[in-house]
């Protein structure tokens, strides 16, 4: 049902204004996905650079300048290509714009292309929330790394090679599993970064690690269920031969991101609203239910108060309420009576 909520809503955002929501996340990544596409261009044009790659001996009367100069387009290409990459990253507020605009749509609220810079007054906060967390992720996989090395030491020195290899894979799976739970623990802090710019890096990096606590295997579970619509882009891209198949690989592939990140940005707007997280989808699914199934109710506030209906009162709390009930209504008897006795008095005495 949570998978359902989340993904239900994030599509009716996206049919609101898909076109400008696609363009802004095309501004985002451009200077990646043609970084990317100049690299392998590059890798196209250098054979033997690719054959120096795989471990392949080259034949031995080639020379160093020879190879050099017989590689100098595609190695131009690559530069070109890894300069793009870091253009990218430096400009990584367009990211955050791009979620800005996301969680934009999901409160109902118009957007417009030029939303892709709406975050570039924190450019600086921006490089640097990718620097602290990539920083973080890494040193987060270095216990893995450290019994990689020791497991090929060992080796080296003549332990027994099968037990070496166990313990390789062992140790980098556990690398893996580490630096993806600090990646799955860290992962809203450009959303809270791009819903309040205002807050700080180390502060957005926090306030994500409080409300995942408990809540990173939703979060992993609804990245799983996306696998079925990547393998299908990747096999799109394959069976379609040529740049056709290209093209048509790389606008799915973007289509499919802004799904996914829309997706994750209505999660990060349930985890980090003023509501609980299971107050919200209790809400939901509540209103789902007597809705009839009409997805127009998750288009709703998610972070608004749940009511009374929503959220039933626990009995302790009920039995207090009652008790301070009663113990108003007599203090209001006792000072009525108070009153017509003093009113008594004065009767009397007049």
């Given at each position: 049902m949570l998978l359902y909520l989340l993904k239900r809503r994030a599509l009716e955002a996206l049919r609101r204004d898909f076109s400008t929501i696609l363009l802004i996340a095309l501004i985002a990544v451009l200077p990646t996905l043609l970084g990317r596409t100049l690299v392998t261009m590059g890798l196209g044009r250098c054979p033997e650079l690719l054959t120096l790659l795989a471990g392949t001996r080259l034949p031995a009367d080639l020379t160093l300048e020879e190879l050099l100069a017989m590689t100098?387009?595609?190695?131009?290409?690559?530069?070109?290509?890894?300069?793009l990459h870091v253009l990218g990253y430096l400009l990584a507020f367009l990211r955050l714009g791009q979620l800005h605009s996301q969680m934009k749509l999901l409160r109902g609220e118009e957007i417009r292309p030029a939303d892709a810079f709406s975050?570039?007054?924190?450019?600086?906060?921006?490089?640097?929330?990718?620097?602290?967390?990539?920083?973080?992720?890494?040193?987060?996989?270095?216990?893995?790394?450290?019994?990689?090395?020791?497991?090929?030491?060992?080796?080296?020195?003549?332990?027994?090679?099968?037990?070496?290899?166990?313990?390789?894979?062992?140790?980098?799976?556990?690398?893996?599993?580490?630096?993806?739970?600090?990646?799955?623990?860290?992962?809203l802090a450009p959303m809270i970064l791009?819903?309040?710019?205002?807050?700080?890096?180390?502060?957005?990096?926090?306030?994500?690690?409080?409300?995942?606590?408990?809540?990173?295997?939703?979060l992993v579970f609804l990245l799983i269920s996306f696998f079925?619509?990547?393998?299908?882009?990747?096999?799109?891209?394959?069976?379609?031969?040529?740049?056709?198949?290209?093209?048509?690989?790389?606008a799915l592939d973007l289509a499919l991101s802004v799904y996914i990140s829309t997706t994750v940005c209505a999660f990060s707007m349930a985890v980090t609203g003023t509501t609980a997280f299971e107050d919200v989808l209790r809400m939901l699914s509540q209103r789902f239910r007597e809705s009839g199934g009409d997805p127009d109710v998750l288009t709703q506030p998610w972070t608004e108060a749940p009511g009374a209906e929503d959220k039933p009162t626990p009995p302790e709390e009920q039995g207090e309420q009652q008790e301070q009930a009663e113990q108003q209504a007599q203090k209001e008897e006792k000072e009525e009576e108070e009153t017509q006795e003093d009113g008594e008095k004065d009767r009397i005495d007049r």
């Open positions: 100098e387009p595609g190695r131009q290409l690559m530069l070109a290509g890894l300069g975050r570039g007054g924190i450019w600086l906060k921006a490089i640097g929330q990718q620097l602290w967390q990539t920083l973080w992720v890494t040193l987060w996989s270095l216990p893995g790394l450290a019994l990689v090395i020791l497991a090929s030491g060992l080796a080296l020195m003549g332990w027994n090679v099968r037990l070496c290899i166990v313990l390789t894979e062992v140790a980098y799976l556990a690398g893996v599993v580490l630096a993806a739970r600090a990646a799955l623990r860290y992962a791009a819903e309040k710019p205002e807050t700080g890096v180390l502060a957005a990096q926090r306030e994500s690690i409080r409300v995942m606590t408990g809540k990173v295997r939703y079925g619509w990547g393998l299908i882009v990747t096999l799109v891209g394959m069976v379609i031969p040529g740049v056709p198949g290209a093209v048509l690989g790389m």
